[in-house]
């Protein structure tokens, strides 16, 4: 198959499905990994797609990269539950913890167990929902504008609620984080809220399946160090983690 014929089959799965993997590309059409790594490349230079750490997606001008939270969750949703998971077991009884909005802190929200006796802030719609199901979780919905594509809020009302709480634990997440230690979000809204939170949590936790690693974005709004902990799934090769360790991060795999 011509390159050329290639690439533009390679972007219609892009705008059909919204990401692909270098595996199945490859298998599909009937090449080695390295050329369709070297596609990728060629056509992230364009700022059509953005590369992912195994694979591609497509960029979306309109919301800065970021997809639909729909389409969103339905990515590597074994990965997140892992995360999540794992980050569950880092909770305590009476604690007061910040969720952020996002596919992976929802499958914490679902998992949260109606024992505990927590205190949980959110600007996750769909998070609140669902904790509110829970009988011994008091919810805190921190409002502001809302933001259809994430299913959350974010602004100055949102970031002025922030400044009103105590928070024991924070469980962030983020579009993507890098080998140089950077953690990236793809549209400004959303900054002000993470920076908040970062200054008024004891503990700051980032919860990032291994399909974010390698993955840059729009803005770099911390450092893996800066961290308590950082939560991923054992997908990202060995040798990964340790260069992330080296940076000063404290990676914890959940199996």
Not at 106 to 124: E, H, M, P, R, V
Not at 166 to 183: H, K, P, W
């Amino acid at each position: 198959m011509l390159r050329e014929k290639r690439l533009q089959q390679i972007l219609e799965l892009l705008k059909r499905d919204g990401q692909v993997e270098i595996s199945v590309l490859s298998k599909m059409l009937d090449v080695t990994e390295m050329t369709i790594r070297r596609d990728l490349d060629s056509l992230s230079a364009t700022c059509e797609i953005v590369r992912t750490h195994g694979g591609a997606m497509l960029s979306n001008e309109e919301e800065s990269i970021e997809l639909p939270y729909e389409r969103r969750s339905m990515y590597h949703g074994e990965q997140k539950k892992k995360v999540a998971l794992k980050a569950l077991s880092l909770v305590k009884h009476r604690q007061i913890l910040f969720l952020d909005s996002g596919s992976t802190t929802y499958y914490f929200a679902q998992n949260f167990s109606n024992d505990k006796t927590n205190t949980i802030l959110t600007t996750g719609i769909n998070i609140a929902s669902v904790l509110l199901s829970r009988q011994n979780v008091s919810v805190i919905m921190i409002g502001g504008d809302l933001r259809r594509n994430t299913l959350s809020s974010c602004g100055p009302v949102a970031e002025e609620q922030i400044n009103c709480f105590r928070v024991d634990i924070a469980f962030l997440g983020a579009n993507g984080f890098d080998a140089s230690g950077g953690v990236y979000i793809g549209n400004t809204s959303e900054l002000g809220i993470k920076n908040k939170v970062m200054q008024v949590a004891k503990e700051k936790y980032l919860l990032v399946d291994s399909s974010k690693y390698q993955r840059y974005n729009l803005i770099c709004y911390a450092q893996l160090r800066e961290f308590d902990g950082v939560i991923v799934d054992s997908e990202i090769p060995r040798e990964e983690i340790e260069k992330l360790k080296e940076l000063g991060a404290n990676i914890i795999i959940a199996d």
